[in-house]
Structures are given as structure tokens and as C-alpha cells.
T-cell receptor, first 115, second 112 residues
Framework: DTAVSQTPKYLVTQMGNDKSIKCEQNLGHDTMYWYKQDSKKFLKIMFSYNNKELIINETVPNRFSPKSPDKAHLNLHINSLELGDSAVYFC??????????????FGPGTRLTVL | GQNIDQPTEMTATEGAIVQINCTYQTSGFNGLFWYQQHAGEAPTFLSYNVLDGLEEKGRFSSFLSRSKGYSYLLLKELQMKDSASYLCAVREGFGGYQKVTFGTGTKLQVIP
């Protein structure tokens, strides 16, 4: 059974298009994340949601709009794609507690290439 | 905010021991993670430290000194499959707001 799944795995599109990436976790976790990993392999947090509520938005352009229909899903919609959006996007989930300490489980990643 | 530093690349020999260091500056420290990421794959969890000291898990150990803002990951009996990037990640915040920031990663190459 896949714990955190993302679709699609690869996405090639033209500049200016709108695209979505879907993420689902079957771990029963309350918190989900989107990360962007660029060509230099730096993994940067974009958003986090806890029980469908936005917790973190790391100054991401408003062309990026996350949507969490329920706590098992966190989708990412990107409008007006730009060349600089080319990267690998990882979804992750964790079970956050007041004490902290729970690791994140990552999806397989979506490699987005904007031409 | 956070500032996390780790070496960009390291090379070590199969069967040897390697130590990957990580230094950080943060307010509201609430734990440090190490993740392993093979090329083209997702990061996977290795270890977690929130109190000072050494946590051992098989061939991998992780150490934390909160007063020094310092951690290291120790890999023993290196195997070729250990060639990967190792990401140090620091959690800050408590309760409803917790954020994990990743370092840029250390690419480890294990050679025969």
C-alpha cells in the first residue's frame, strides 16, 4: 500500500498553461505539505495544512493555490506556469503533536518541466 | 527564521565511518531530523533528536547539542548503497504552528 501518493509523476507543459498536481495520504495524518526541490536539490517548504486549514504559506506566488478537500488530500494548482517553476514537487504528511517529533513521509515527487 | 549549514559534498570509502555535520541557528527549536535522499527518489526519514546526546539506530547514529546549535549524522560500515544526499532538517515552533526547514543537503559518495 502506498502511504503518500502523487499524480502525475511527470508533467511537461508549455509556459502560460495551468496545471494541477494531486496528493493523497492513507496514513491518517493531520498535516500535509508541499515542497519544491530545485535543480540544486534544495528542498523548500511551500505550504502546510493541518486538518484542511492552511498553516504555512512561505511567500509562494499566488499563482500557486493549494486545496485540501479533506485531511487525506492536498492538491496543488499552478496558474500561468513559468520557466522557473520547473522543479520536482514533493508532497508529504506527518502526524503533528504538541510535543512535536514526528517525521514526515514523502510522496514519490512530481517532476514538472515547463518549456 | 532559520540558517542551516552542512557540507555540500563528501567522499568516503566502503567499510569506513563518515560523519556529516550540521549547524543551525533558530528560535523556538523543537527537534532536528536527518533524512536520506537517493538520486531521483523522495527523502526518507533516518533519525530524530530533540534532547542533547546520541541516538543510535543500527549503522546510523545522530548527535545533538542544542547549546551549540550542532548535530552530526554518523554512518558506520559504509556500503555502496549509502551513496545519497543527507538532509538535516530543523523543526521550530510548538502547538498549532510547527515548521520544518531543510538544509541544502550533503551529497555523500561511497567509493570502493
Amino acid at each position: 500500500d502506498t502511504a503518500v501518493s502523487q499524480t502525475p509523476k511527470y508533467l511537461v507543459t508549455q509556459m502560460g498553461n495551468d496545471k494541477s498536481i494531486k496528493c493523497e495520504q492513507n496514513l491518517g495524518h493531520d498535516t500535509m505539505y508541499w515542497y519544491k526541490q530545485d535543480s540544486k536539490k534544495f528542498l523548500k517548504i511551500m505550504f502546510s495544512y493541518n486538518n484542511k486549514e492552511l498553516i504555512i504559506n512561505e511567500t509562494v506566488p499566488n499563482r500557486f493555490s493549494p486545496k485540501s478537500p479533506d485531511k487525506a488530500h492536498l492538491n496543488l494548482h499552478i496558474n500561468s506556469l513559468e520557466l522557473g517553476d520547473s522543479a520536482v514537487y514533493f508532497c508529504a504528511s506527518s502526524q503533528e503533536t504538541l510535543a512535536g517529533g514526528n517525521e514526515q513521509f514523502f510522496g514519490p515527487g512530481t517532476r514538472l518541466t515547463v518549456l | 527564521g532559520q540558517n542551516i549549514d552542512q557540507p555540500t559534498e563528501m567522499t568516503a570509502t566502503e567499510g569506513a565511518i563518515v560523519q556529516i555535520n550540521c549547524t543551525y541557528q533558530t528560535s523556538g527549536f523543537n527537534g532536528l531530523f536527518w533524512y536520506q535522499q537517493h538520486a531521483g527518489e523522495a527523502p526518507t526519514f533516518l533519525s530524530y533528536n530533540v534532547l542533547d546526546g546520541l541516538e543510535e539506530k543500527g549503522r546510523f547514529s545522530s548527535f545533538l547539542s542544542r547549546s551549540k546549535g550542532y548535530s552530526y549524522l554518523l554512518l558506520k560500515e559504509l556500503q555502496m548503497k549509502d551513496s545519497a544526499s543527507y538532509l538535516c532538517a530543523v523543526r521550530e515552533g510548538f502547538g498549532g504552528y510547527q515548521k520544518v526547514t531543510f538544509g541544502t543537503g550533503t551529497k555523500l559518495q561511497v567509493i570502493p
